[in-house]
């Protein structure tokens, strides 16, 4: 069974940082990242990285956030710095794995609630 539990939201400062950690298991996961979603918005990706260690950036955080994981501990984490209002956001850890006949699958954690004041 797949979980992915997330830690390491909360609020803070404009300016700040925060680390966003996701703990993954019960499969072999090949992309695992970041999505936000904000109020009244739809989720959208904030990072991800492959198992080789390809990385994908939103443009709204290059620069400032930087994703990292762990294959061996099938971790992710995700350090935002220079945090701004607009980066205010439920923050969701996402995987995708592969099965039989190269069916996809996609999972995600339940969110971390990021805040950023002004």
């Known amino acids: 069974q797949v979980q992915l539990v997330e830690s390491g939201g909360g609020l803070v400062q404009a300016g700040g940082s925060l680390r966003l950690s996701c703990a993954a298991s019960?499969?072999?996961?090949?992309?695992i990242g970041w999505y936000h979603q904000a109020p009244g918005k739809q989720r959208e990706l904030v990072a991800t990285?492959?198992?080789?260690?390809?990385?994908n950036y939103a443009d709204s955080v290059k620069g400032r956030f930087t994703i990292s994981r762990d294959n061996a501990k099938n971790t992710v984490d995700l350090q935002m710095n220079s945090l701004k209002p607009e980066d205010t956001a439920v923050y969701y850890c996402?995987?995708?794995?592969?099965?039989?006949?190269?069916?996809?699958?996609?999972?995600w954690g339940q969110g971390t609630q990021v805040t950023v004041s002004s």
């Open positions: 996402y995987a995708s794995s592969f099965g039989d006949w190269g069916l996809k699958y996609d999972y």
């Open positions: 019960g499969s072999t996961f090949s992309t």
């Open positions: 990285i492959t198992s080789g260690g390809s990385t």
